[in-house]
């Protein structure tokens, strides 16, 4: 268990071990708005990676959020075992609060091999460097520091592209890494340039992501997030996690409720 002076972030990041393949995340506050969906998708993520050999990483995640969750109280998260093959591993988790499931998770893990390191996508040219760009508060966050480089037809109301870094430095556990990358992963939407006065993304419905490369959550982030479609009041888009260097080191898909009438269901990022 934690300590009082436990970041925050590590804090949320450490769950209780009830019994086999059954943990709680214990970490509760006070907060006004439903539970932020990447700290479910964190949790679950590491709930599933603690029953997976320590050489298997993440390499994919996709998960459905059902219900609202409360911060204010602890979530159970039951695994399943799907299947351990000789270099991957699935697995399936629910995360439970009241007894009424918000979250579900399939995860798989890879030991990874010496395939081709091939990258078709790169990060946009000319993008300002995290201590060129405007800093920028994350507020659902714990223990993140952000910064919003220029943008073209920007600045939005959500950032759709920006710097992010833990503020503590990071044990060396690729599953911990991967957890706080998908802890960071739905703090904004693609969708912002696609809002009109009438019709806007509100709460999340699915969320995928694709972990091609090990990176560090305490090394500066590049997000880039691009909406693609609205319609029959669903909306969605895709994003790309970059190293400092170029490497592309996640992929990620979202799809959330886009309809007239709703607003965000949390702060902008200025506390307003």
Known sequence: ??????????????????????????????????????????????????????????????????????????????VYRDRDGRSYSARRVVAVQDGDVIFNMSASFHVADDGPDAQRVQPPADIQRPEESKPLNLLRLFNFEAAAPAIEGGPYEFPIRFWARTDIRLPDDPLLHAAAIAYLSDISSGLVPMHTEKARSTSSLDHAIWFHRAGRADDWLLTDLVGHSAAEGRGWYTGSVYDESGRLLASLAQETLFRFGHHFPGRRPDGT
Do not use: C, K, W
């Not at 006004?32 to 993440?58: K, M």
């Open 1 to 78: 268990m934690t300590s009082p002076d436990t970041p925050p972030l590590l804090a949320m990041l450490d769950l209780e071990a009830i019994d086999r393949d059954l943990y709680r995340s214990t970490f509760v506050f006070d907060d006004p708005f439903n539970l932020y969906g990447g700290q479910v998708a964190a949790q679950a993520l590491l709930a599933a990676g603690r029953s997976v050999e320590s050489d298997r990483p993440p390499h994919s995640l996709h998960g459905y959020f059902l219900r609202p969750g409360n911060a204010r109280q602890p979530i159970i998260f039951q």
